[in-house]
C-alpha cells in the first residue's frame, strides 16, 4: 500500500502545476488572468448548477470526472486558446505526451481509468463528453462579457466567429443554454469597443 | 427557464469571486499563496485519486459535489485558516450569513439542495462528510512540505497542534492516510527551520 499511496501523492503534487497554467480568458473583475485549475473547479461548478441543461442519457457524475481531469495535461503541454493559432495537430500530439507522463504518474489500474476518461473526453462522442465539452465552452464568454471583452478584443474576435467555435460545440451539448446565450452575446458584441 | 437560467448564471457569475479568496497555504513551488477555487479542484482530486482510503459507506460522488461547493461561503466570510485565531463562532456566524446569501441566488429548489449539501459538509457527521473534511484537511500538509514549511512557518505550528488539529479530522475519515503521512510529517518538522 505504501508504494500506491506514494504514487498517488506523486500525481497529486504534480497536478498543483495546473495553479501555474494561465488561460487566455481573464476573472469577472478583469484583476488577472484565469489559470487552469481554478477553470477547472468553476466549469465543474457550472455542470453542477446547469445539470438539467443536459440530454437524458447524461450522468452528471461522470460529466464532473471528465472537468476535473480535462486539463491536467496542460501542465505539460499549457493551455490552447480558443481563438489563438496554435497548430491543432502539433497541440494534440503534445497532450498525448503530456497524458502519458502525467497519468502514468498514478498506480497503473488508476493510470488507465482516468486516461479512459481524459481520452473520452477529448473524443466528445458521448453523451456525456458532448455535454462537458459545452460546459466547458460556455464558461468564458460569461467571463468575457463581465469584464469587458477579455479574450475576444485581445484576439479580435467577431461573433461569427465566436458563433462557429464556441456556438458550435455548446449547441451540441445544450441547446437551450446556447438560444439564451445567444441574443447576449449579440448584443454585446454591436457594443463592444475595440482594443 | 429565463429566469431560471439568469439566477443560475447570476449564482455562477458570483462564484468566480472565490478564485481572488486567498488562504494561508501556498504552491508547492513557493511562488504565492494558493485561492480557494483552485485549492477545490485539488481537494477534489485528491479525494477522486484516494476514494480507497474511504470506508465503504462512502459515496464518492457525493464527496466530490461537497468540496466543490465547500469553501463558496469564504466569498463573504473569507477563509479561517486552521493555525490562526479567528474566534470559531463569529466565524460559523459569518458563513451561515454568507451560505443564506450566496446559495439563495439560486433558484428555489437549487438553492435548498445545495445548501443542505453544505450544510452536511459542516456538521461533518455523515461517512461521506467525514471523509470530505478528512481530504480538505490532508492537502495543506502535503503542500507544506513540498515548499518547506509554508502556513507552518508562518504560525509557528508544532508538530503536537498538527497532529490535533489536522491528525483528528483526517484520522476519522482517512486512518490509513494519516499512518502514512505522520512520519512523513515528524521527520519533516525534526528538521524543519524556524522562521
Not at 453542477?48 to 503541454?77: C, N, S, T, W, Y
Not at 437551450?176 to 454585446?188: D, G, T
Request: proline letters at 5%.
Amino acid at each position: 500500500m505504501s508504494d500506491r499511496l506514494a504514487a498517488q501523492i506523486a500525481f497529486l503534487s504534480e497536478a498543483d502545476q495546473l495553479k501555474s497554467v494561465m488561460r487566455a480568458s481573464r476573472l469577472h473583475d478583469n484583476s488577472r488572468y484565469e489559470n487552469s485549475a481554478e477553470h477547472s473547479w468553476h466549469v465543474m461548478l457550472y455542470a453542477f448548477v446547469l445539470a438539467e441543461q443536459a440530454g437524458p442519457d447524461v450522468r452528471i457524475d461522470r460529466v464532473l470526472k471528465m472537468l476535473l481531469l480535462h486539463d491536467i495535461v496542460e501542465i505539460d503541454a499549457g493551455d490552447n486558446p480558443i481563438h489563438g493559432t496554435v497548430d491543432a495537430a502539433a497541440q494534440e500530439a503534445k497532450e498525448q505526451i503530456a497524458a502519458d507522463r502525467l497519468f502514468g504518474l498514478l498506480p497503473q489500474d488508476q493510470a488507465k481509468a482516468f486516461r479512459d476518461i481524459w481520452d473520452e473526453f477529448e473524443a466528445a462522442e458521448t453523451p456525456d463528453a458532448v455535454f462537458a465539452k459545452s460546459i466547458d465552452r460556455v464558461q468564458p464568454p460569461i467571463s468575457n462579457m463581465a469584464n469587458g471583452g477579455g479574450s475576444w478584443l485581445e484576439y479580435g474576435v467577431t461573433i461569427d466567429q465566436l458563433s462557429q467555435r464556441v456556438g458550435t460545440p455548446v449547441q451540441r451539448g445544450a441547446p437551450r443554454l446556447w438560444q439564451w446565450l445567444f441574443p447576449k452575446l449579440e448584443a454585446f458584441f454591436s457594443k463592444m469597443p475595440s482594443k
